[in-house]
């Protein structure tokens, strides 16, 4: 599971703005015994009535029951609804920017519902196109607060406030001058107003419709992800996929393919708002991308096992996290990292401020000279990174009877040590490519080398890096414990 160190501290700390179509969530709850006398359709005996916050609403609610700082803005009506929306707000602790507009209805769903099944849904809207006078209040409402921001989620259900695209156009022009990351929840066909921003998270139906292509299968998937992202310039796609998972395409070199959670689907109503709320909320909190996409799954599936339009909550999010982490066949196996999920990591480590070690070796039946090693080159900066040599790299150069210990077990015992943050596998003789790619702080080799002879120095100095030498305890060596169990096993003295 990714690395989610101290993230409910940090979720605390995300500021968070949400601009987009407020909508009021009405649900009858009841039961049906019969059918009407006066036309075929189910008589429904209500028994409660419930409200929940949905489109925009329901992001801001997402992001406060994460524990993040959220403001909403939206337009509403002068109505029961409007009023509501604002107590629901203020009951959350999130910032209200609602908007009126006489001339429109709050947005609101009436649902009735019968023995956990959706009967009818009555809608009240106008979905006309907001005025120039309108777009302006809300942009110069929006534009007021971006300095107090670390992330700005457009939320557009086709509702009328996006429709024009002139107002997107300028948000996503603002937040760039901020240097703020813009997501946007799409709607529609036309996505050219969309263009520019960080990401935009459609579902494969939403992204059929702008492809004008199938893209349930992963081969017909990734071409039509990546010309729509080179189209509009986008950073990152996120394409929610239902039972397939997500798929995130952007400053990767391949798309980032994360498996759905395992569980029974009761309502998919509001997945989509706690998808973008998550992802972006775990990115203003200083995660990776790729992490952020991982952890939205994580509580898309825990919303789509709700029965109507709820947010998730953090304590249930973090349970659900820390049991993924406890039900991984090694506790440390989450620090074995592919190429691509260690530049992720380290891209979020870096972004902590924190300094680089990188190290590698075979380490094939590990020693105290190898611990030594590891904990002095640990010491020397806030993460330690080991490049480990493959089965068949360590074959080429050492001969077909090393390694003694697989690949799986070395990268196990190496994951076990409080030292080692990272293990990353590399198939090359030598790890110069690794380098490349992860571009450490601090390059470390013991003693026994000489320093204008580490692989990786060149490289390593031409970015402003550093490469250190460390002591090596004597008389500690993998072949002479190899040399000694064959000699044992042969009966020599």
């Known amino acids: 599971m990714t690395d989610f160190e101290d993230l409910g501290p940090r979720l605390k700390q995300a500021r968070i703005l949400v601009i987009g179509d407020l909508m009021l969530d009405c649900y009858y709850w009841g039961e049906v015994h019969r059918i009407s006398p ?28 994460l524990g993040c700082n959220a403001t909403v803005i939206g337009l509403i009506g002068r109505d029961e609804a409007a009023e509501r929306i604002r107590n629901m707000l203020a009951a959350m602790g999130v910032a209200s920017g609602c908007l009126d507009d006489t001339g ?13 099944q959706q009967v009818v849904r009555l809608d009240e809207e106008d979905g006309r196109a907001i005025d120039d006078a309108v777009a302006h209040r ?25 429709t024009s695209g002139t107002l997107v156009q300028q948000l996503i022009t603002a937040c760039r001058k901020q240097g703020l990351p813009v997501f946007v929840d799409p709607k529609g066909r036309d996505w ?10 459609p579902n494969t139906a939403e992204l059929e419709l702008v492809a004008d292509a199938p893209v349930k299968a992963r081969e017909d998937l990734i071409p039509a992800a990546g010309r729509v992202r080179k189209q509009l310039e986008l950073d990152w796609l996120l394409v929610t996929r239902g039972p397939r998972g997500m798929a995130l395409f952007g400053q990767l070199d391949d798309p980032l393919m994360i498996a759905a959670r395992s569980r029974e689907v009761f309502d998919v109503s509001g997945a989509g708002d706690t998808v973008i709320a998550t992802f972006a909320a ?4 200083k995660m990776t991308f790729g992490d952020a996409a991982a952890v939205a799954n994580v509580a898309a599936g825990i919303v789509v096992g709700k029965l109507g339009t709820q947010p998730v909550k953090w304590p249930e999010l973090e349970t659900v996290l820390q049991d993924d982490r406890r039900s991984e066949p090694a506790s440390t196996s989450w620090k074995v990292s592919d190429r691509q999920e260690a530049v992720s990591r380290l891209t979020r480590w870096r972004q902590a401020d924190q300094r680089i070690v990188f190290t590698n070796g075979c380490f094939d039946l590990l020693h105290p000279g190898h611990v030594s090693l590891l904990h002095q080159a640990r010491k020397l900066g806030d993460r330690l990174v080991v490049g480990l040599n493959t089965d068949a790299s360590i074959q080429r150069l050492k001969g077909p009877q090393r390694p003694i210990l697989p690949g799986a077990d070395r990268a196990a015992i190496l994951s076990a040590l409080e030292d080692v943050d990272m293990v990353v596998f590399f198939d090359e003789d030598t790890p110069l490519n690794l380098i490349d790619r992860l571009k450490p702080d601090i390059l470390v080799k013991g003693a026994d080398y000489r320093i204008e002879d580490v692989v990786g120095r060149d490289l390593v ?3 402003g890096g550093r490469v250190r030498l460390v002591e090596i305890l004597e008389g500690h060596s993998t072949t002479a414990i190899a040399r000694k169990i064959s000699e044992t096993n042969r009966g020599t003295p």
């Open 192 to 201: 050219q107003r969309y263009a520019g921003a960080t990401c935009i998270t």
């Open 461 to 463: 100095e031409s970015y």
């Open 38 to 65: 006066e036309a075929p359709v189910p008589v429904v005996r209500v028994k409660e009535k419930t409200f929940q916050l949905g489109g925009a609403g329901n992001v801001a609610a997402n992001l406060a029951g």
């Open 282 to 285: 775990c990115v203003a909190a």
């Open 138 to 162: 809300l942009f110069e409402f929006a534009d007021s607060m971006l300095d107090r921001v670390d992330a700005v989620v457009l939320s557009d259900y086709g509702k009328g406030m996006f």
């Open 104 to 116: 429109r209805p709050t947005i609101t769903k009436t649902r009735i519902m019968a023995s956990k």
